[in-house]
């Protein structure tokens, strides 16, 4: 059972910047892909980052492309999503989520192919 914990949101300006934490416990971090997704009101949860177990490989979704970025540092159990450029429509509730499949996952982006989930952490942009 893994435990993760999300943290660093808060209030920004458009524009801004923000670096969002997760820290993970309880399982090998490591033999985990990761994933940031996003949820604002009223509308669905979407996928924003996913990084492979080792790092090696990251995804983006397009709305994201070029102004997020993810990382992890399996020493710390802990993956990072660095919001630079921020927008408005960023604002959000963000989660972390855990995928246990180490091979290359086709259907990255859906919720359901994560197994753990962190509780979330709101990130408002105003402009």
């Known amino acids: 059972q893994v435990q993760l914990v999300g943290s660093g949101g808060g209030l920004v300006q458009a524009g801004g910047s923000v670096r969002l934490s997760c820290a993970a416990s309880?399982?090998?971090?490591?033999?985990?892909?990761m994933g940031w997704f996003r949820q604002a009101p009223g509308k669905e949860r979407e996928f924003v980052a996913r990084?492979?177990?080792?790092?090696?490989?990251?995804y983006y979704a397009d709305s994201v492309k070029g102004r997020f970025t993810i990382s992890r540092d399996n020493a710390k159990n802990t993956v990072y999503l660095q919001m630079n450029s921020l927008k408005p429509e960023d604002t959000a509730v963000y989660y972390c989520?855990?995928?246990?499949?180490?091979?290359?996952?086709?259907?990255?982006?859906?919720?359901?192919?994560?197994?753990?989930w962190g509780q979330g952490t709101q990130v408002t942009v105003s402009s």
């Open positions: 309880g399982g090998t971090f490591s033999n985990y892909a």
């Open positions: 990084i492979s177990y080792t790092g090696g490989s990251t």
């Open positions: 989520a855990a995928d246990g499949q180490t091979h290359y996952n086709s259907q990255y982006y859906r919720a359901a192919e994560y197994d753990y």
